[in-house]
């Protein structure tokens, strides 16, 4: 078979010899020449090199998404309920559909056990950590990943859930240093046959690990630290949002609802403070939710500041962030395609005192200042 670039390079030589392309069938000749040397290497590109980069997983880019992933889980789901208290990981098989691996399924053996002491507590079905470690296929690149379902079957739980998925949006516009969320239109199908098909929105949260590389830092989980041993600026921004949606479900020394991680460079430095599960704050307004009775309060819509006090400077740098990302926050609400409109009313309105009492001198000091923690 003659190369057929060899053939072009020889035709525009000639071309060249005789005076350019002015000879027609000199340059048909060139162009057929060139145009089928190149398809040929088009269509060996299409057929091996793109489907091997369109069907390969990766975790990382899996969370920047925004399509929900279609997901089938068969599970004994009473052996998920009766065993909450204890929880231990139970075969199940998962089906995904990706959408950035195309429309075809992949079906994985993996394992699953509830998860989230407040869930386990007060739920049907609690919040679960999937375990795809020893799939086969693409899936083993998820390995190990916390998923948020609802409290119940039901669309109220789902509306629920879907507020506390969108606090987690939110708080990306923020900063880097945030748990990205994926979205996933979940069947649940009972092994056992007992429990009919049911269906609801759920997310898997990112792994600490990658969330901590992608920002060049390692997960710090030895040792104790208050909230005031954290960077200065990320702990004031923590503070801040957290009373913006209302919760108080967290602690710094405890590791309750935080992760805290420190850049590679500098891993005895000031940690920095990841903040996750808020399905007890205000703004997701779940009925299970009841506020610390050391708190003062009867309800968890009422908000409670738990940071520590700092400078006004600092709290109006940080307030005006708050300010120019307002627009953001309320469209994350009022473009969700899932939550109804009696929710996403209810989201704004209560975000509106916060967002008017930052703009107020006063109000910042009176609040953040002199209503602040001092141990």
């Known amino acids: 078979m003659v190369n057929q670039t060899n053939v072009g390079l020889f035709l525009l030589s000639r071309a060249v010899r005789f005076g350019g392309f002015n000879n027609p069938s000199i340059y048909t000749a060139f162009l057929y020449a060139m145009i089928k040397r190149t398809a040929g290497a088009l269509f060996l590109l299409l057929l091996f090199v793109l489907p091997s980069l369109a069907q390969k997983l990766n975790r990382a880019v899996f969370f920047t998404n925004e399509a929900p992933v279609s997901t089938t889980i068969r599970v004994d789901i009473k052996r998920l309920v009766s065993e909450k208290k204890e929880p231990r990981f139970v075969p199940c098989e998962v089906k995904m559909i990706i959408p950035e691996l195309g429309s075809d399924s992949i079906v994985e053996p993996a394992k699953v056990r509830p998860r989230g002491n407040n869930r386990k507590e007060n739920c049907w079905l609690a919040s679960l ?15 190990k990943l ?29 900063t880097e240093k945030s748990f ?39 997960e710090k ?33 405890a590791r309750h609802n935080v992760k805290l991680i420190a850049t590679k460079t500098d ?5 920095f403070i990841i903040p996750y599960d808020f399905d007890y704050s205000g703004l997701v307004n779940a009925a299970y939710a009841v506020p610390d ?8 819509t009422e908000r409670v500041y738990r940071g ?3 400078r006004i400077e600092e709290l109006q740098d940080v307030a005006k962030v708050f300010i120019e990302k307002e627009k953001a926050v309320r469209t ?32 910042i000091k009176n609040l953040f200042i002199d209503g602040a923690r001092t141990r």
Request: proline share 4%; charged share 30%; net charge negative.
């Open 267 to 271: 891993t005895l430095g000031a940690p």
């Open 221 to 253: 989980d030895a040792g104790v630290y208050s909230s005031e041993q954290a960077n200065r600026a990320n702990s004031t921004l923590v503070y801040l949002f957290q009373y913006m949606i209302g919760n108080t479900d967290w602690s710094v020394p």
């Open 332 to 363: 994350i609400i009022d473009n969700d395609p899932v939550l109804n409109g009696f929710y996403k009313k209810e989201m704004s309105q209560f975000l509106n005192e916060f967002f008017q009492l930052i703009r107020s001198e006063r109000e």
């Open 129 to 143: 950590m999937f375990d795809f470690k020893d799939s086969t296929s693409d899936l083993s690149e998820l390995k």
């Open 146 to 174: 916390k998923f948020v379902g609802g409290c119940t079957k039901g669309s109220g739980p789902e509306q629920l859930l879907m507020k506390e998925y969108l606090i987690y949006k939110m708080y990306n516009l923020f």
């Open 308 to 310: 520590f006090p700092r």
């Open 180 to 218: 990205r969320v994926r979205l996933l239109k979940v069947r649940y199908e009972d092994t056992r046959g007992k429990e009919k098909p049911f269906e609801q929105y759920g997310f898997f949260i990112e792994d600490v690990d990658d969330m901590a590389k992608r920002n060049d830092c390692l």
């Open 293 to 300: 009775e050391s708190l003062g309060t009867t309800k968890v």
